[in-house]
């Protein structure tokens, strides 16, 4: 699979290789995080979201790590499909009711 | 469809022109939120109801826009004397909560392109 270790703006990966998007947020006491998939003309779609008290959460072929220590977030998505290319939002809730989003990786499926 | 609804999906005004936005969030959630999205960023925070109760207003939230959620349930979002750097993504969200925080996942809709020319 293709992994980042920092956060860039754009990730091509091969069709059904491992994806792993980064994201580093700015709050330290930040302590929820989600996931949103953007695909073009739409709303955001939650993914998955995780709680600081979590280190590691999985769902349907995704996974949610949170490195609080050096405040960073990925997402890892198993076995790439092309449906799956859009553009991912990690968000971090504020200690309060907002979410604060993060820049973004257009991700690009290759068949 | 019981997700968050927004209308209409796409709105082009000439400048100057007042446009309303309207949000259904879905139908047991008592918190819903107004967020602004322009090309190649993330949204922004423009605003929060719990229930019929406005509690927070972003600093983007100039004196031109104006939200509603009157009885708790819809919400509008009106923008007066439009300009062109108005022209953006609005994304509505709702969510359940009781409590100060942030308690479960917020839903968005699809949004209201607005254009302004």
């Known amino acids: 699979g293709e992994s980042v270790g920092l956060h860039l703006p754009t990730l091509s990966v091969q069709e059904g290789d491992n994806s792993i998007i980064n994201c580093a947020y700015s709050n330290s006491a930040s302590d929820y995080f989600i996931w949103y998939k953007q695909e073009s003309g739409k709303g955001p779609q939650f993914i998955i979201d995780?709680?600081?008290?979590?280190d590691k959460r999985q769902g349907q072929r995704v996974t949610v790590l949170l490195n609080k220590t050096v405040k960073h977030l990925s997402l890892q998505i198993a076995a790439t499909q092309p449906g799956d290319s859009a553009v991912y939002f990690c968000a971090e809730n504020l200690a309060d009711y907002k979410l604060s989003f993060g820049a973004g990786t257009t991700v690009t499926v290759r068949a | 469809d019981t997700g968050v609804s927004q209308n209409p999906r796409h709105k082009i005004t000439k400048r100057g022109q007042n446009v309303t936005f309207r949000c259904d969030p879905i139908?047991?959630?008592?918190?819903l939120y107004w967020y602004r999205q322009t090309l190649g960023q993330g949204p922004e925070f423009l605003t929060y109801f719990q229930n019929e109760a406005q509690l927070e207003k972003s600093r983007l939230l100039s004196d031109r826009f104006s939200a509603e959620r009157p009885k708790g349930s819809f919400s509008t979002l009106e923008i007066q004397r439009t300009e062109q750097g108005d022209s953006a993504m609005y994304l509505c969200a709702s969510s359940q909560g009781q409590g100060a925080r942030l308690d479960t996942e917020a839903f968005f809709g699809q949004g209201t392109r607005l254009t302004v020319v």
């Open positions: 139908s047991e959630h008592n918190r």
């Open positions: 995780i709680r600081s008290n979590m």
